[in-house]
């Protein structure tokens, strides 16, 4: 047994960081909150051709070859820096649909009654008919919502008990969707810590004062446990697992979130601090693929 | 990333889970909790039979992963924990193997491995708890001997221990850190004087331990003179890493017990309590792999586990009493009844965010060594 990282992983992880850093930094992410929520398609091209989507495709198949837990890590540097786009979606449908594995296809999927980057999107995965726009909390996820039902899957989990076997195509969008919400659970820590090291009060650094310290371990006591399960749930493949891991990291993303702008004061409730991208972006997760009701319905079930 | 344990570790697995299928019903039948002399012979006739097997030593020799893997399966089996050699095995002991003359390991560590001799911690003093360096048991210098006045208090299975580590002050004017020494005191000495304390679980767990004028041989002291701080932290950290393995595994099974019986009960029918449970079910797998996490760290660079452990305890204390206030829940009129299961271990919970270094501590160390925020009030 040995949970940590490879070497391989690790150098992973360092090149989609790079990647990130360099194509879509924060001045990036300010440019596309301030353009309305139209997508990159010069930058989900290059998403593409770093093999981004094709990560699980087999080699052979023109594809990365690599699998579930290096996924995860990659979804959760995307989460670090709130890249947009249908992210998970195109990931999925790569190997299937033409043009996902490239990114010259942006691909959506319909989602507990909700379809996000619907006007951007060049294939939607279920029935999206009728779907009338909503006014979305997050600047960076445009949302439809489709009337009725409108595909929510198994609103029942608890009764339906666990699924058996290794998890399905949706069970790997809540993973890859959890691991995002790690992903900006860590990057908000981040934010939280360097601000309290930073900003004075009283004639010191108020990372030195208790209320701010314990706020700040609890965060990253969050992040460790959702990283974990994340991390564990991407090997065994577990529906239960993959449950739990999703509910944990959306507790870690979006409280943290709210630690975050507590920790930051009154420029934590500004615009322009980047706080609330990652509390709002948290939010649309949550509710997107298994929210939390379910998801602790499908961990009872396991019991 | 890997889960899966080597061909190595799962015969080493294998064997374990045979030799507890084997000897599992032999044991005697478990003691009055409230009858120390009889845990102690309990708990030291288990460590007999773990030594004569050739598992004894398997806290401080095995790999990482194969003390998981013991501590996974014994839980898992229902075999005894360690009880009154928790400090011996998991705390003195450690800290003699790590810090300790060879004389000193051949004299105090295979006792403790046979289940001979049981020890028990002088650590905290009525006014040094969270801010243990500022301890004042008084040891001076007098010839061969440190002659010992002070009070410890919260110290362990004091009234079965045969040996006792003690952290005493031997230079009141150095810094409060550099002043402290490590000594090994038999319980026996005279002027030590036990005066157990009842907790509010009604047992007497832990005792207040009164020293007047204890000569304590020097050959006994653990490392140099005012080194002991530096002697302690391996011990401390040692039990915030893999202290608790056993309790998770133990936490998992009562979380399937809850279950059982809130489905006869007709309390999982409640939605707000059925998702609670689902909810700590999940902590606590992800409190599992956390762990595997720690082990896998600890493995690698061979160390002692550091402020991941804090990470872990952190969470894990606070979970363990939301599971026995969610046993409660399940248990209805029935969690105001003693006889009951479960409810004198919610009473005992409520120690799990103070000791071993306060939740409130432990944020401090979480933020201060891993997140490099400044040290400040």
New interface residues.
């Given amino acids: 047994?040995?949970?940590?990282?490879?070497e391989d992983?690790r150098a992973l992880r360092r090149g989609v960081r790079d990647l990130l850093d360099g194509r879509f930094d924060r001045e990036a992410l300010r440019a596309a909150v301030d353009s309305g929520g139209a997508l990159d398609r010069d930058l989900w091209r290059e998403l593409g051709a770093a093999g981004f989507f094709a990560l699980r495709v087999p080699e052979e198949e023109g594809g990365v070859g690599l699998g579930l837990?290096e996924a995860v890590l990659v979804f959760e540097e995307a989460g670090r820096v709130l890249l947009p786009g249908p992210l998970v979606a195109t990931h999925l449908a790569a190997g299937t649909v033409p043009g996902a594995a490239e990114g010259d296809v942006v691909v959506t999927a319909v989602a507990e009654g909700l379809v996000p980057w619907l006007d951007e999107a060049d294939v939607v995965l279920g029935d999206a008919s009728g779907a009338v726009p909503v006014r979305s909390v997050d600047p960076l996820t445009p949302l439809h919502r489709v009337p009725g039902d409108g595909g929510a899957t198994g609103r029942d989990g608890?009764a339906a008990g666990p699924a058996s076997g290794p998890a399905d195509a949706l069970g790997e969008a809540v993973l890859l969707t959890a691991a995002e919400q790690v992903g900006s659970a860590g990057r908000t820590?981040d934010m939280a810590?360097s601000h309290?090291?930073g900003r004075e009060q009283f004639g010191?650094?108020i990372?030195?004062?208790?209320a701010?310290?314990?706020l700040?371990?609890?965060m990253?006591?969050r992040t460790?446990?959702?990283r974990?399960?994340v991390?564990?749930a991407?090997?065994?493949v577990d529906p239960v697992?993959i449950?739990?891991?999703k509910?944990?990291a959306d507790e870690a993303a979006t409280a943290n979130a709210r630690d975050c702008l507590q920790v930051h004061g009154g420029m934590g409730f500004t615009w322009e601090a980047d706080v609330h991208l990652h509390l709002k972006r948290a939010w649309v997760r949550a509710e997107l693929r298994l929210p939390a009701?379910r998801?602790?319905?499908?961990?009872?079930?396991?019991? | 990333m890997d889960l899966g344990c080597t061909d190595e570790e799962e015969e080493f697995r294998a064997r374990l889970k045979t030799w507890l299928t084997r000897e599992l019903p032999g044991l005697p039948p478990r003691p009055d909790p409230l009858d120390w002399p009889a845990r102690r012979a309990y708990d030291c006739g288990w460590q007999r039979r773990l030594y004569d097997a050739g598992y004894a030593d398997v806290h401080w020799d095995a790999s990482p992963t194969q003390r998981l893997i013991f501590l996974e399966e014994t839980e898992l089996a229902g075999a005894p924990y360690v009880g009154a050699n928790f400090v011996g095995l998991l705390h003195a002991g450690p800290t003699i193997a790590a810090e300790g003359t060879d004389g000193q390991r051949a004299r105090w560590l295979p006792p403790v491995l046979r289940g001979d001799e049981v020890w028990c911690q002088g650590f905290s003093e009525p006014g040094a708890g969270s801010d243990l360096a500022s301890l004042r048991t008084r040891a001076e210098r007098d010839g061969d001997a440190y002659v010992v006045s002070g009070q410890k208090i919260w110290t362990s299975h004091a009234e079965v221990a045969d040996w006792c580590e003690l952290l005493v002050r031997t230079d009141p004017g150095a810094p409060k850190h550099r002043g402290i020494t490590w000594l090994a005191m038999p319980m026996d000495t005279p002027g030590v004087t036990v005066r157990p304390l009842r907790t509010l679980a009604g047992s007497t767990e832990f005792a207040e331990v009164f020293l007047d004028e204890v000569r304590v041989p020097v050959e006994n002291r653990v490392g140099e003179e005012n080194d002991g701080w530096r002697v302690t932290m391996v011990t401390l950290s040692f039990e915030r890493g893999t202290a608790f393995v056993g309790e998770v595994v133990a936490c998992r099974r009562l979380l399937g017990e809850l279950a059982r019986t809130a489905r006869k009960n007709g309390t999982w029918d409640d939605p707000v309590l059925r998702r609670r449970l689902g909810r700590l079910s999940a902590e606590f797998r992800a409190l599992w792999r956390i762990v595997q996490a720690n082990v896998s760290e600890a493995q690698a660079t061979g160390g002692v586990p550091g402020a991941g452990g804090s990470v872990f305890k952190l969470h894990y204390s606070h979970a363990r009493q939301e599971l026995y206030e969610a046993a409660a829940a399940v248990l209805g009129p029935d969690a105001l009844d003693l006889g009951r299961d479960w409810n004198l271990d919610r009473l005992s919970s409520l120690s799990y965010t103070i000791a071993a270094g306060t939740s409130q501590i432990q944020r401090n160390i979480v933020a201060e060594r891993i997140l490099g925020l400044p040290k400040g009030r």
């Avoid at chain 1, 990372?207 to 208790?210: R, S």
Wanted: with cysteine; aromatic share 4%; glycine share 12%.
């Fill in positions: 047994m040995d949970f940590r990282l490879t992983q837990p608890g820590t810590v309290a090291r010191q650094a990372g030195g004062f208790q701010i310290k314990h700040c371990a609890g990253l006591v460790e446990l959702a974990a399960a991390r564990a991407s090997l065994t697992e449950a739990g891991a509910l944990l009701a998801a602790e319905e499908a961990v009872a079930a396991g019991l």
